[in-house]
């Protein structure tokens, strides 16, 4: 655990090293002579040897200093956690959105694997699964937005009248459909596959004939013993998912013009801002590993049989 | 029928010249937005570009990508997880943090700032996703690996002498080749999203044409020409269908024979 986040460390500070144009340089500014230029590789310690800056840089990240945006001449923490919000919201709204319905979309087909019903799924889920979201989401546009009129375009929050209370939450609700759907979809086709899979694994498992044998209904057996047992597999699925989240917020985001850390990362591309993005590779790396960790906690504490090291 | 769809895509992209002669970047004013007809069986721009070609073309640059994605990968996956697999010891503890670091820095975020630097060529792009997608390949060689080191084959070619190298190439490898042939098609449909994100982002070689490209020039138009989006997009879809579909056969295969 520790090695990888030590690993994250190395390979972000490598890649800040790695870019192109010189720090000091640009720190100077333009017109800038060689000693001002010097006097600037002092002043940000460039000069120093590399381990020295990488535990300097180790030290400042720990301590929530992600550098300075070049364009925004902001910290590059307060300019992504601007942005956070209005991500966390949609990428929030997805895994819940995701979650419980792909579970159920996998329950409904382990109930009866060789019904047209479960193949017809199986294909569907497939093919929701090979969908780029970012056509989705403009394929989302053109039928409901421009052909039906009845859900916004995009933005967050309608740029013609400002709502208060209750009626504001509503227009957010309403521009949080459509990428919020996007978003979810290839996520809950994947998750009803894993979770038939998984009930199905259990399903047919020798302790549930035991459990028969021993007098237990169908339907309390499944739900005190299979249903439990086949949802670890799938809660690890869901951990395990955010790096693919955190892409496919970034497209959504473009599309519907939704104003996250997606767009952020659009704009810091375009300008080349490289703090903004590698603060944002260093916070989402720490996310998936921080979500790994519960998963794995979480796993410890329902599976008696891992112990945790 | 995944097979018979890649087939049918690869015929496509090998062909792209004979099927769509025209330049794709060809503009034409006068032939600006017009819907599905045929002359432009999937319409034109808003420059008179014709998506049928584009369509077309991008295919060839969509395969070359993941084709050098899934070599560069393949190579790396499997090399780590074989050896990792025969070894054990401190080397696999290593190998399996530095798999774990690999996975959890996100690749679409990794990709944007390296483009940003290096430029967005399909080299510098296919170098990249290689480099990042190689974990999985690993982990799934290295247990089939794991479990294939205990049966008795290995010890009988170690004691007919063979050497560490020769038991990796001649024995183990072509035992994991079929599980891991169900990752790099699963690798392969991961690909070709990615690469269409980036392109759809603007990350793409604005010399070769891109169904991600195709689609993001559609976004403005949304509302008069709907086939500037519908076509390249379906493209995407059916590739990585195709690639989906591959896999799930391949590991049918790979299932009935274990």
Known sequence: MMVVVAGIFVLTFVLAHLAPGDPARDFAGEGADASQIEAAEVYLGLDRPLPEQFVVYVGRVVTGDLGTSYVQRQPVTTVIRLRLPPTLLLMGSALAVSSLAGVVLGLSTARRPKSASAKATSTLTMLAYSLPGFWLGQLMVITFAIRAGILPAGGMNDAREAYTGLAAVVDTARHLMLPVFVLALSETALLARVTGSAVRRQVGANYMRTAAAKGLGRDEAFARHALPNALLPVVTVIGGRLGFLVSGAVLIESVFAWPGLGRLLVEASRSNDHPVILGMVLMVSFAVVGATLLTDLVYSRVDPRIRFR | ?258
């Open chain 2, 1 to 258: 029928m995944g097979l018979g769809l890649l087939l049918f895509l690869a015929a496509v992209a090998l062909a792209a010249e004979q099927i769509a002669p025209a330049n794709p970047f060809t503009t034409s004013p006068q032939d600006v937005l017009l819907a599905p007809s045929v002359s432009h069986p999937m319409g034109t721009d808003q420059l008179g570009r014709d998506i049928f070609t584009g369509v077309v073309r991008g295919a060839r640059t969509s395969l070359r990508i993941v084709a050098g994605v899934v070599v560069i990968a393949s190579a790396v996956g499997l090399l780590v997880g074989t050896v990792t697999g025969l070894r054990g010891g401190l080397l696999d503890d290593l190998v399996m943090r530095i798999t774990e670091t690999v996975q959890a820095v996100p690749r679409f975020l990794l990709t944007i700032l390296v483009t940003g630097w290096f430029g967005v060529g399909a080299t510098t792009v296919a170098v990249l996703l290689g480099l990042t997608s190689w974990p999985l390949l690993a982990r799934t060689v290295r247990a089939e690996t794991l479990s294939l080191a205990r049966r008795e084959f290995v010890d009988a070619a170690r004691s007919h002498g063979a050497t560490g190298a020769v038991i990796l190439f001649r024995h183990v490898v072509p035992s994991v080749w079929p599980g891991a042939v169900v990752v790099m098609a699963l690798i392969a449909s991961r690909i070709v999203l990615l690469e269409a994100g980036l392109a759809f982002l603007g990350l793409s070689d604005p010399n070769a044409a891109s169904w991600g490209a195709l689609v993001n020039n559609a976004g403005s138009y949304l509302d008069r020409a709907w086939w500037m989006s519908v076509f390249p997009g379906a493209a995407i879809a059916l590739t990585v269908a195709a690639f989906n579909l591959l896999a799930d056969a391949l590991g049918a295969t790979v299932d009935d024979q274990s």
